[in-house]
């Protein structure tokens, strides 16, 4: 069985600060794993995605994780903040096939100016 | 990369009348579509997976009779919510399978139904 958890349902950071979102997973099979984006009201956008290559992984809008085994971990990081980061994130953790994906229950990101 | 569509964005109904919501692929064929479900605040949870061509395969306690999935073409697949309740009300994501190489593939999601029952 494959699960992810999501450490703090919300994380408020300052405008230009380091933006760290925590992911946790299990998984009996090497997995896939992901971060989704969610704006108010929409659906989810792909920001990165680690399938056994590189550990880590770069993404969209300036977002990177890094695969660490030995922790189970794929944290999402960004440097610096901008407003617009403000929305939910997801973690997800898939098989090889990225068909079934079971997603972690979320962490909102706001951005104080 | 990759567009799925989803119609209606918003839809009000009224307690007991029936509520389709279509999601397609706009630029790629999807032999295997998803539908989840979103209540505020929360994660998405899978509701069934949905075959192009063969019924939809249900997540345990989710009602096949109250939410009819239809895959009737590779582009298209439909969610029916039946005599519609308020406690149907909800966020409904839908998202699509793009195979890749080697069995390996990518998901796409639509933007969203927000069903509201009055």
């Known amino acids: 069985a494959q699960s992810v958890t999501q450490l703090g349902s919300h994380v408020s950071v300052s405008e230009g600060a380091l933006v760290l979102l925590r992911c946790n997973y299990s998984s009996s099979v090497p997995p896939y794993l992901f971060w989704y984006v969610q704006y108010p009201n929409q659906g989810l956008q792909l920001l990165l995605k680690y399938t056994s290559a590189a550990t880590l992984v770069k993404g969209i809008n300036g977002f990177e994780a890094e695969f660490k085994k030995s922790e189970t971990s794929f944290h999402l990081t960004k440097p610096s903040a901008h407003m617009s980061d403000a929305a939910e994130y997801f973690c997800?953790?898939?098989?090889?096939?990225?068909?079934?994906?079971?997603f972690g229950s979320g962490t909102r990101l706001s951005i104080r100016p | 990369g990759a567009v799925v569509s989803q119609h209606p964005s918003w839809v009000i109904c009224k307690s007991g009348t029936s509520v389709k919501i279509e999601c397609r692929s706009l630029?790629?064929?999807?032999?295997?579509m998803f539908w989840y479900r979103q209540f505020p605040k929360q994660s998405l949870m899978l509701m069934a997976t949905s075959n192009e061509g063969s019924k939809a395969t249900y997540e345990q306690g989710v009602e096949k009779d109250k939410f009819l999935i239809n895959h009737a073409s590779l582009t298209l697949s439909t969610l029916t919510v039946t005599s519609a309740h308020p406690e149907d009300s909800s966020f409904y994501i839908c998202?699509?399978?793009?195979?890749?190489?080697?069995?390996?593939?990518?998901?796409?999601f639509g933007e969203g139904s927000r069903l509201t029952v009055l």
């Open positions: 998202s699509a399978l793009l195979a890749g190489v080697g069995n390996t593939g990518e998901l796409f």
């Open positions: 630029d790629f064929q999807a032999t295997t």
């Open positions: 997800a953790v898939s098989d090889w096939s990225a068909s079934k994906i079971i």
